[in-house]
């Protein structure tokens, strides 16, 4: 069965930094160009950022560029969301997320099949 499993969230001051990860299994990992999506208080899902395949093209958010990071290591089945500078409006429950089709052309926008349970982040001071 396909699983994502994320993980890192917490508290985070702004200004400060945070890691999410994210654990894939079932399925082959390198042939799915992946996605970060959130989900803030009240509000509906917001697209983050992607990464193909290879991880040689990224994507991500008006509203995340130049402070998030998205990598993924297709050795070990991971993908991560590197935050930098988070801000309060970044606050949300952070989901990684499977792209449906599979090939190196997909940037990963969508439509998503699998969804893993969601971390919280929560940016305060």
């Known amino acids: 069965q396909v699983q994502l499993v994320e993980s890192g969230g917490g508290l985070v001051q702004p200004g400060g930094s945070l890691r999410l990860s994210c654990a894939a299994s079932?399925?082959?990992?390198?042939?799915?160009?992946m996605s970060w999506v959130r989900q803030a208080p009240g509000k509906g899902l917001e697209w983050v950022s992607s990464i193909n395949i290879d991880g040689g093209s990224t994507s991500y958010a008006d509203s995340v560029k130049g402070r998030f990071t998205i990598s993924r290591d297709n050795a070990r089945n991971t993908l991560d969301l590197q935050m930098n500078s988070p801000e309060p409006e970044d606050t949300a429950v952070y989901y990684c997320?499977?792209?449906?089709?599979?090939?190196?052309?997909?940037?990963?926008?969508?439509?998503?099949?699998?969804w893993g349970q969601g971390t919280q982040v929560t940016v305060s001071s």
């Open positions: 079932g399925f082959t990992f390198s042939s799915y160009a």
């Open positions: 997320a499977k792209d449906r089709d599979t090939g190196r052309g997909n940037n990963g926008w969508g439509p998503y099949d699998y």
